[in-house]
């Protein structure tokens, strides 16, 4: 599919693993040059070995998304490899994990786990006073 994007710069914030990885490379296979995120460098790595591997272009930054420096530090990173990005996919931490990692579902958490994936997917950082990429 041809998506007439082809060139553009993305970020995608969260785009090491899952979903978030599945946008990075299908954002990269467009033609885009997608700068991913995620908090743990072995996937990040991972990630854009695959994306580059398939002769695709990416470059991966281990940061926190919903932290202020987090943000700094991605916005940076794609401003300085490919310049002022086109693409912006938030792709926040999932809201409602238990204590083992594992989902528990909507129904089983509380008002404030609704409010932290808001500032999460919206805010980036709770506090950070404007959404996570001021242009």
Not at 66 to 77: F, N, Q, R, W
């Amino acid at each position: 599919m041809d998506l007439g994007i082809a060139g553009k710069v993305a970020i995608v914030a969260g785009g090491s693993r899952g979903c978030g990885r599945g946008i990075s490379e299908a954002l990269a296979a467009e033609g885009v040059r997608v700068v991913l995120s995620g908090r743990q460098a072995e996937p990040v790595g991972t990630t854009v070995d695959a994306i580059c591997s398939a002769g695709q272009t990416a470059h991966g930054v281990v940061a926190d998304m919903t932290l202020a420096d987090g943000v700094t530090a991605i916005l940076a990173a794609a401003r300085e490899k490919y310049g002022d990005p086109d693409i912006l996919v938030v792709n926040a931490p999932a809201p409602f994990p238990s204590e083992s990692g594992k989902l528990r579902g909507f129904e089983n958490c509380a008002d404030e786990d609704y409010v932290t994936a808001f500032e999460n997917f919206v805010l980036s950082q709770g506090n950070y006073p404007r959404p996570i990429l001021a242009l």
